[in-house]
């Protein structure tokens, strides 16, 4: 099965403010670990969405909304796609990974209403070819 890994994004990722050296070297020895293992299929951080857009669907029209946008419990940091045997393999590995801004996560998991220092493991649909 093939699960997609989601970091999400955080004020600090938003701003631009990039991991310490050793968080970097941290997520390359487990992306590492990943790759020896033979299930990693992709990976990648994504800029601040003030580099992007979204386009918004509303039957025939699409409008197009320039970042940045305010909101970044709904906004992706980066991403890794895996393919393991169990969604609990998957879960296994992702409490392997480390914390690229381990302030953000003692912060925020304090508060009961959101922690966007999370990381989310999502199954890829069974029946969807991937598109190379």
Not at 2 to 20: D, H, N
Not at 46 to 62: C, E, I, P, T, Y
Not at 81 to 102: C, D, G, T, Y
Request: hydrophobic residues 40%; proline residues 5%.
């Amino acid at each position: 099965m093939r699960f997609m890994i989601i970091g999400k994004a955080t004020k600090e990722s938003e701003a631009g403010v990039l991991p310490k050296p050793e968080a970097f070297a941290a997520m390359g020895e487990y992306n590492e670990e990943l790759v020896k293992a033979g299930i990693l299929l992709a990976a990648e951080g994504l800029a601040a969405s003030s580099k992007g857009a979204r386009v918004k669907f509303s039957g025939d029209k699409r409008t197009v909304i320039d970042g940045p946008f305010t909101e970044t419990k709904e906004l992706v940091a980066g991403f890794s796609i895996i393919q393991v045997k169990s969604l609990e393999e998957a879960i296994e590995w992702v409490k392997r990974a480390p914390n690229a801004f381990p302030q953000t996560a003692r912060r925020r998991s304090r508060s009961a209403r959101c922690s966007t220092s999370r990381i989310s493991v999502t199954r890829s649909h069974p029946t969807r070819k991937s598109r190379n």
